[in-house]
């Protein structure tokens, strides 16, 4: 799955001498968290986040009058507070490269360019949705998580023997055990009773972490 399959396509823009009053307005009436900011020939420079205007506004402790703090407020451009040079990914880049640039970097989105324009925006909202794909969070079934040895050709025989029970898997997971060479791999299954899958994964020697009907 690539960045460009499920980026945003329609943004939310802001120029760099848009007021945090402004920008903070935009943000709440449509329910965004991030906006790329552009110049006046409508080339990226920046991005804000909502953090960044929260941090950039007076305290709510201040004793500045409603009236003093708009103005201010007012004043203070977005080109002050937005993080400028941007990291982007491009459409080609797969989602679990755009995931691990966000993570390493503790942020929450990236923009997407393409030959330089601005095309779209991939978020961490954007990673849960399509991790809870992934993992079949919204398929009701059962949910089950096998230790596995590390060799060739354990999957196979694992997924021939839920076939023969005639189970559908809808997703498939592997991820570190607590210990090193010992790998974990979880299931979600349609149209196959808990039990059964108990008892067939126990033929094959399998230990069994995690077995629930969800």
Known sequence: MLVGERMTRNLVTITEDTSIDDALHVMRERKVRRLPVLDS????????????????????????????????????????????????????????????????????GLPVTDDGKLVGIITETDIFKILLELLGARTPGVRVTVAVPEAKGVLAQITRTLADLGAN??????????????????????????????????????????????
Do not use: Q
């Open 41 to 108: 020939s409508g080339k990226m420079v920046g991005i804000v986040s909502d953090r960044d205007l929260l941090h950039a506004a007076p305290s709510p402790a201040t004793s500045l009058s409603v009236y003093e703090l708009h103005y201010l407020l007012s004043k203070l451009t977005i080109k002050r507070v937005m993080s400028s040079p941007v990291i982007t990914v491009t459409p080609g880049t797969p989602l679990e490269e755009a995931a691990r640039i966000m993570a390493d970097n503790k942020i929450g």
């Open 169 to 214: 898997i809808v997703s498939v997971a592997t991820y570190g055990g607590p210990n090193v060479g010992e790998p974990r791999i979880m299931f979600k299954l349609s149209d196959v009773a808990p039990e059964a899958v108990k008892r067939a994964l126990e033929k094959l020697g399998l230990v069994i972490v995690d077995l629930r009907s969800v």
